[in-house]
């Protein structure tokens, strides 16, 4: 594990808020020198830290204005592998994530859709003809809240 200190900290929170800014602005902000921003940033990617930067696209405005999550369980182990489960629903556009859990699922899914008919569609068309798919229990998102993570 890699040793942080309070200004690595704070340097990767304002990444998380902002990950598009430059290593001067982000040097103004907690007092260093842009080399020395950069310098910490570069041994933050090294210890794997940072594992390059994400683009948050706003699904609503992207006309896919219902998010549901799916809790899948698979119906015949050894039939067919996980592997290939995990294959075969990421390759559905609709599904945003896919999460290998512990407990009544095994598998969390986290999909979008325009409305809640092309919701219908992509689940029976799509999801419940995968193969080992068993249960599936739908939850969709009424609203969300994101938090940066640890160092919040």
Known sequence: MTELDD???????????DAGQSAGALGRQLGLSQPATWRRIRRL???GILAGRRLD??????GFGVTVFLGIKLAARGRTSLEDFERAITAIPEVQAVHHVLGRFDYRVRVVARDLEDFERVLRRRIMTLPAVGDIESNVLLSEETRPGPLG
């Open 57 to 62: 696209l706003d699904p609503v405005k992207l």
């Open 45 to 47: 990617q090294e210890a």
């Open 7 to 17: 200004i690595d900290r704070a340097l990767l929170r304002a990444l998380v808020r």
